[in-house]
């Protein structure tokens, strides 16, 4: 039996969380000023404790994270759920396991990809997926 409680301050359900965090890629996409969506940027995405996190692979001045910070909003399609997110901030002390579940979710890639993605330098540029309320 599947539950839908929601979880957090983050918002998902139990089974967003799970159908989400177990996709092995999302799409992003943020508002553009007149509210219209930017084209979605393909990454991976991890589901930690009651929360989804991405990383800007590549850091800080990849144009899909800059466009992120900028708008604060914009809708993700994973798992087959599609949904508008703001983007948060992670907790520091969060930084550590988000580092453990991309390197187990995504290891079988190579080192060289999954570095991008864990480390200090990763951890300042990780975002939260806050679900928007319907």
């Given at each position: 039996m599947t539950t839908t409680r929601t979880l957090g301050a983050s918002g998902w359900t139990d089974e967003e969380l799970t159908l989400i965090g177990d996709s092995a890629q999302?799409?992003?996409a943020s508002h553009r000023p007149d509210g219209a969506l930017r084209p979605?940027?393909?990454m991976w995405v991890v589901h930690v404790g009651d929360d989804l996190y991405v990383r800007s692979a590549g850091g800080p001045e990849r144009p899909w994270y800059r466009h992120a910070l900028a708008s604060g909003t914009g809708r993700i399609r994973a798992g087959g759920i599609e949904r508008d997110v703001t983007?948060?901030?992670a907790d520091p002390d969060v930084h550590d396991a988000i580092d453990e579940t991309y390197h187990a979710k995504y290891d079988r890639y190579g080192p060289g990809p999954v570095s991008q993605v864990t480390g200090?330098?990763?951890?300042?540029v990780t975002i939260r997926l806050v679900r928007s309320a319907p």
């Open positions: 999302l799409e992003l979605s940027t393909t983007f948060g901030e200090p330098d990763a951890h300042r």
